[in-house]
């Protein structure tokens, strides 16, 4: 009897969902939306695993695909004018050690 009550039970929530519902693509979710905005709120816990299958659902997507594509371009374009300038952290390591190799290949001559 139990079984029974329970197995009508279940079929009725599960018949009663809103069928009707607008399907929102995945890469305009709300939550992408809330970590990408400008207040940038941190999700809460319960609201990870949602994010995660939206951001899985988006890069499967062609949109999302078209967007990693322009943001690889994007990025390639500002290593390689970075890259023109020789600046930053591996930049100082590069110039100290072509130093320390100069110095050490004078004082083995001299």
Do not use: W
């Amino acid at each position: 009897m139990r079984g029974l009550f329970f197995s009508v039970l279940m079929v009725g929530i599960l018949s009663g969902q809103n069928a009707d519902s607008v399907e929102v693509h995945p890469c305009d979710s709300p939550l992408i939306k809330q970590t990408k905005g400008d207040g940038k709120r941190p999700l809460k816990l319960r609201q990870m695993l949602p994010y995660t299958i939206d951001v899985v659902k988006c890069r499967l997507s062609e949109r999302g695909q078209k967007a990693a594509k322009i943001r690889d371009a994007r990025t390639m374009n500002s290593a390689y004018a970075e890259a023109q300038i020789f600046k930053g952290f591996s930049s100082t390591c590069a110039y100290c050690a072509a130093v320390m190799v100069v110095v050490f290949y004078l004082s083995s001559i001299f």
